[in-house]
């Protein structure tokens, strides 16, 4: 391990490497050795893939007045904003925009940053991996 001359890390290659439970046997084969100070066998943790969980705005406004779709004549094409499912996408599948125009929020001196991992975790070289 880094710079230690007497600690190892070592690698079970039949064992899946993200386990949720220690592998008792192996850990035991390793403690009974006589040249083994010390074993531990760390536990694994589980990925889960990120994913859409819906907000629905009157949970998030208390007092939501009836709202009016904006007046921009290309508004229906920008499923981002608002999807009902148009084009074939999945409704509700947008940036929930209506929870922010139902307090007030027009975008009037507001900066918007728009964060990204870049990391497209789907790729073949990634997927089992990410």
């Not at 939501?64 to 084009?87: A, C, E, I, S, V």
């Amino acid at each position: 391990i880094l710079g230690s001359p007497n600690e190892f890390h070592f690698v079970h290659r039949a064992l899946p490497h993200a386990r949720s439970k220690r592998s008792v046997p192996h850990t035991r084969l390793l403690k009974v050795d006589p040249m083994v100070q010390h074993a531990v066998q760390q536990t694994g943790f589980k990925r889960v893939k990120r994913g859409y969980k819906p907000l629905r705005v009157e949970n998030l406004v208390h007092h939501l007045r009836p709202q009016q779709d904006p007046t921009d004549p290309y508004f229906p094409f920008q499923w981002y904003l608002k999807n009902t499912g148009q084009n074939g996408g999945k409704a509700k599948l947008d940036l929930n925009v209506e929870a922010a125009w139902a307090q007030g929020v027009t975008g009037k001196n507001v900066t918007t940053a728009i964060m990204d991992d870049g990391v497209d975790y789907m790729h073949p070289d990634l997927k089992y991996n990410y």
